[in-house]
């Protein structure tokens, strides 16, 4: 059974940074392309990043490019997302999903990033 | 990169049909899109995979009662014999080289 276990949210000033992790099993990390969405308190969802299966290629949505970068370990299959010169606007549940054949077919259940002073 | 455009609202009554649109903006009418479904309080979930051609994929443990199917640009999700556990928001995503987008939602509201 694919399983994708996020973590790292809090609570983090503006200006601030933070480091999500999504932990996966059930599967061939290596071999999938990995994305990062948010959603807002009340919100639709928002696409946030994207990374292929070896981490050779990234892409970001132009609301984070810049601040945010993604990055993957597939010796330990798990997902991350830096976040650094944190907005109040970044302030959302942000869920790790795998890409199958382009599309997301798996979502984790969410870590929740607050920003705030 | 594509838009995709979801009217905010649908309703239904128990054990009826809904059949809830997703709209490719111009020139992207070909695109292959999904549907996911997201119960209040809860994560997403996956529900379909759907080509222009009408043709869909759907995720493990998916109910029969979700199908999907395609016009010209419009994508199309149909729950029938409506359930209380539908009662819930429905995304469409697509996709293009390098780009993600999602609709803004539909709520369902089972009456």
């Known amino acids: 059974e694919v399983q994708l276990l996020e973590s790292g949210g809090g609570l983090v000033q503006p200006g601030g940074s933070l480091r999500l992790s999504c932990a996966t099993s059930?599967?061939?990390?290596?071999?999938?392309?990995m994305i990062w969405v948010r959603q807002a308190p009340g919100k639709g969802l928002e696409w946030v990043s994207a990374i292929g299966g070896r981490g050779g290629s990234t892409y970001y949505a132009d609301s984070v490019k810049g601040r945010f970068t993604i990055s993957r370990d597939n010796s330990k299959n798990t997902l991350y997302l830096q976040m650094n010169s944190l907005r109040a606007e970044d302030t959302a549940v942000y869920y790790c999903a795998r890409l199958d054949t382009s599309c997301t077919s798996n979502w984790g259940q969410g870590t929740l990033v607050t920003v705030s002073s | 990169q594509p838009v995709l455009t979801q009217s905010s609202s649908a309703s239904a009554s128990l054990g009826s049909s809904v059949k809830l649109t997703c709209t490719l903006s111009?020139?992207?009418?070909?695109?292959?899109i999904a549907w996911h479904q997201q119960q209040p309080g809860k994560a997403p979930r996956y529900l379909m995979k759907l080509e222009g051609s009408g043709s869909y994929n759907k995720g493990s443990g998916v109910p029969d009662r979700f199908s999907g199917s395609s016009s010209g640009a419009d994508r199309y999700l149909t729950i029938s014999n409506l359930q209380s556990e539908d009662e819930a928001d429905y995304y469409c995503e697509t996709w293009d080289s390098n780009t993600r987008v999602f609709g803004t939602g539909t709520k369902v509201t089972v009456l």
């Open positions: 059930g599967f061939t990390f290596g071999t999938y392309a």
């Open positions: 111009s020139g992207h009418s070909s695109y292959i």
